[in-house]
């Protein structure tokens, strides 16, 4: 659970960049919105080989 509380915490930091950009037309927001999805994947992958993981184990 803590993987997924760190992806929703990421997802939090990263809306002003994502408001500056849409509505201001902010390049350099668009820039660190870009770095910051590309941290979202790989967190949400990992938390995809977790959940798998532990499926594994309970069967």
Same mark, same amino acid.
């Given at each position: 659970m803590?993987?997924? @509380? @760190?992806?929703? /915490?990421?997802v939090t930091s990263v @809306?002003? /960049?994502a408001k500056a950009f849409y509505e201001k037309g902010n390049s350099a927001a668009g820039r $660190?919105? $870009?770095n910051a999805l +590309? +941290? &979202?994947k %790989? #967190? #949400?992958? /990992? &938390?995809r080989?977790? %959940?798998? @993981?532990i499926k594994s184990k309970a069967k």
């Open positions: 803590k993987k997924f @509380e @760190e992806l929703k /915490d990421l @809306e002003n /960049d $660190r919105l $870009r +590309q +941290q &979202i %790989v #967190a #949400a992958t /990992d &938390i080989k977790e %959940v798998t @993981e």
